[in-house]
DNA sequence: CTAAATAGTTAAGCGACCTAAAATATAAGG
DNA sequence: CCTTATATTTTAGGTCGCTTAACTATTTAG
């Protein structure tokens, strides 16, 4: 129970809006037929843009040899390219294949229609207002110095 | 590209995030050594309070034979009670331990903590402006239909 | 009382995914 | 050139989680 109002509505608002992602996560999930390491390897790429296999594994916390494994089953569902790098050809460079770009992009399609459902119960006061007050969370959300290993 | 700035906003949040919220799950599902159906599970039985073997199958979208497996490896983890429903003793009543509950709120303090650090880069006037907003958010998706088959 | 339906468990088999260890290829430093 | 380090893959072996099918227990309907 946090004293200052401002958090506990922050707060209030990240569990309800989390029970819906979360369960949009987890249906997408089930739905692809996507791991969890699928799925946080598919996200890093998605938003690094390419990584090596180690780099990979050490994100997901797994070994190399396992990191190596999954993604040659990206590789054979069409979800990831694996290309060899050529300053460092013992590197390989992995980026997402368009099929796999939209695999991604699906799983944000539900909370997007999520969003539009919310939109309609809103008078354009209420639209102002919340606009407002989000433009700000995203902008300093934007500076905030980012607790694990890579950037926005 | 939504013509709607608010809805532009509103998505842009959800992106910025669902980043955040995405990471904290994957390193949390991985920490825990908790699977997907695990945490499916917990969650439902964390926003359910109980249910029997073949209808939490059902939300999980896998046989009753599975579900059963899955809950038994979460009794012996001490996560979850199995008992038997008086009123229909083929029915089993699941219903989470406080280990379980305990596990489950471990997995929502990384958010808080971001959210510590967030509130403090903002000034007083700024929280105020998106208390406004998210209040307005916070009851509106309260009252919005719910798409899936439970209630928040 | 008996037959059919329902809830859950158990068993066998299979693929996914992880690890450790060995193998391969490349790079970098004397 | 030779050694060592680095990046990845392959192999062998174990566990997990799923399915189907068979089985037990209980309830419901006739």
Known sequence: MPSDPFVATLEE????????????FIDYA????LSMSHIG????LYHEGTCGV???????????????QMLERLVQQGLILRTEDPDDRRVRQIVLTDKGNRVLEEGIRAQ??????????????EKEDITVG???LIEKVRTLKQPVEFAN
């Open 30 to 33: 089930r739905k692809s037929g």
């Open 41 to 44: 390897a598919l996200f890093h």
């Open 134 to 136: 989000l433009k700000i």
């Open 112 to 125: 997007k229609m999520w969003l539009g459902d919310l939109t309609e119960t809103l008078s354009a006061a």
């Open 54 to 68: 180690t780099e990979l594994g050490n994100h997901l916390d797994v070994t190399s040899a396992a990191a190596s």
């Open 13 to 24: 608002w990240i569990k309800v809006s989390r029970h819906r992602l979360m369960r949009n």
